[in-house]
C-alpha cells in the first residue's frame, strides 16, 4: 500500500513517492507552478509579509504570490526546459489610421474652438494642433472606434503619402463647414479659409494631384460630418 504524505504547498494527500517539478507537489499544484512559469505572471500577497503559507495549509494556498514562492522554496525548478509563452506583440495602427486619428482631432479641436482655426489659418498659430494631440494623449488607436475606421477607410480608398498630409490637413481645413455657427461666423471664417486656400500651392503637391487631395478632403469631410 502506497504511504501518503501531504503536498510540501497546500497539505493535500499525495503518494509519498510523488514528486513534481523536483518537489513534493500535488496535482494542483503543480498545475499552478507551470502555468506562473509559462504565463510570467507576478502577483503580491493578500496576507502580511508574504507568510500564507509559513506552513502547509489548503486556505493559504488561496495567495498565488505565497504559494508559488513556496513551490520554489520546496525545490520545484522547471530547469528551463518549458519556456514562457511568447506574448504575441501588440498590433500597431496602420498609417491611415494615424492620419485619419489626427486629422480628425484637428478638426474637432476647430469645431469646438472657431477661433483656433481662424489664428492657425490666418496667423499659423499653432495652438490648434497643440489642443487637436492632447485629445489624442493616452488613447489607444486599436481597437478603432466606428468614427476612425470609416475615415480611415478613406485614406485606404484614396491614398496619401506622409510628405502629402501636411497640404491634405491644409486643404481640410480650408474646406471645414462650421455650421453650427452664426451664419455671420461662418461668413468670416470663410474668408478667412478662401485667402489660406489662394496660398496653398506652398505646399508640396501641385497641379493635378492638388485637385485630386482637395478631392479626398472633401471625402475625408463628408465622414467626419455624420458622427
Known amino acids: 500500500m502506497d504511504n501518503k504524505v501531504p503536498c510540501g504547498i497546500c497539505s493535500e494527500p499525495i503518494s509519498a513517492s510523488c514528486r513534481r517539478y523536483g518537489g513534493r507537489a500535488c496535482n494542483s499544484c503543480a498545475a499552478f507552478f507551470i502555468r506562473v512559469i509559462r504565463t510570467q505572471q507576478s502577483f503580491s500577497c493578500i496576507g502580511i509579509n508574504n507568510e500564507c503559507l509559513k506552513t502547509p495549509t489548503k486556505l493559504g494556498k488561496g495567495c498565488k504570490r505565497c504559494r508559488f514562492d513556496k513551490c520554489i522554496e520546496i525545490g520545484m525548478s522547471t530547469n528551463g526546459m518549458i ?6 506583440p501588440e498590433p500597431k495602427p496602420e498609417k491611415n489610421t494615424i492620419f485619419a486619428s489626427i486629422l ?11 477661433n483656433l482655426l481662424i489664428s492657425y489659418l490666418s496667423e499659423h498659430n499653432g495652438q490648434l494642433f497643440s489642443d487637436g494631440f492632447k485629445t489624442l494623449e493616452g488613447v ?7 468614427k476612425i475606421t470609416l475615415l480611415s477607410y478613406v485614406l485606404k480608398k ?5 510628405n502629402e498630409f501636411p497640404a491634405f490637413i491644409q486643404l481640410s481645413l480650408c474646406k471645414l463647414k462650421l455650421q453650427h455657427l452664426q451664419i455671420e461666423e461662418q461668413l468670416k471664417i470663410q474668408a478667412v479659409q478662401n485667402a489660406a486656400l489662394l496660398k496653398i500651392s506652398n505646399f508640396h503637391p501641385i497641379g493635378s ?8 478632403s472633401q471625402h475625408f469631410l463628408n465622414v467626419f460630418y455624420i458622427f
Open 83 to 88: 519556456p514562457p509563452i511568447q506574448k504575441a
Open 104 to 114: 480628425n482631432s484637428i478638426l474637432n479641436a476647430s469645431v469646438t474652438s472657431p
Open 140 to 146: 489607444a488607436l486599436i481597437p478603432m472606434s466606428d
Open 158 to 162: 484614396f491614398p496619401i503619402t506622409q
Open 209 to 216: 494631384r492638388l485637385i485630386e487631395l482637395s478631392n479626398i
